[in-house]
């Protein structure tokens, strides 16, 4: 079952924050994130992992809500190298990784 | 440090054909996963190989097949090549089968058929 992320795209200025939520209909074991951008490969940003704590560095972090099969993605004080499509993706019990449709940034100057 | 590379880096093809897609893992990943990219949608997961092996397939036809060898190299080979098969085919390489090891992409083979 594929995760659902919204929202689908946002444009921010500069030094805006921003949030991207991924959920599941399913129960999730860990959540991956990932950073795309136009006509080059996905980029590892995170894992967070089943009873795991937030995770992030800097100015990208990220949560992980067990219960509530969801984990958000926040961007802060956003960068232009921010722009690009985000991804999650999800795993169950199958142990393979699912991907949402993505979230397209785009940061204005 | 290599990188995950795919070649080649376009082909076009045409209905009915067969095509040969490959992919070198990063230097110490023993594990190789292939997905297929449509246009405006997320990855999606073809099969992954761990030590020469299929390790999991998600939901594509047999006419998806794949292979790994001892240098944990792998190919993805498409037979009988449909319309729909057009595709960005990406290759991840792992430290570990597990889905709990990040997913080092190539930048794809950008597949067309006419």
């Known amino acids: 079952q594929q995760p659902v992320q919204s929202p689908q795209a946002v444009i921010l200025r500069e030094g805006e924050d921003a949030v991207i939520n991924c959920s599941s209909s399913k129960a999730l074991y860990s959540v991956h994130w990932y950073r795309q951008k136009h006509g080059e490969a996905p980029v590892f940003l995170m894992i967070?992992?089943?009873?795991?704590e937030q995770k992030g560095h800097e100015k990208i972090s990220a949560s992980f809500n067990e219960k509530k099969q969801q984990s958000s993605l926040y961007l802060t004080a956003s960068q232009l190298s921010y722009s690009g499509t985000y991804f999650c993706g999800t795993v169950n019990r199958d142990d393979k990784i699912i991907f949402g449709k993505g979230t397209r940034l785009h940061i204005l100057p | 440090e290599t990188g995950v590379t795919q070649s080649p880096t376009h082909l076009i093809k045409t209905r009915g054909q067969q095509v040969t897609l490959r992919c070198s893992s990063q230097?110490?990943?023993?594990?190789v996963s292939w997905y297929q990219q449509a246009l405006g949608q997320g990855p999606q997961f073809i099969f992954q190989y761990y030590r020469e092996e299929e390790n999991g397939r998600g939901n594509f036809p047999p006419r998806f097949s794949g292979l790994q060898f001892p240098n944990y190299s792998s190919e993805l080979n498409v037979n009988a090549l449909e319309l729909d098969d057009s595709a960005l085919y990406l290759c991840?390489?792992?430290?570990?089968?597990?889905?709990?090891?990040?997913?080092?992409f190539g930048d794809g083979t950008r597949l067309s058929i006419l």
């Open positions: 991840a390489s792992s430290l570990e089968p597990h889905s709990n090891q990040p997913q080092h």
């Open positions: 230097s110490g990943h023993n594990t």
């Open positions: 967070l992992l089943k009873g795991g």
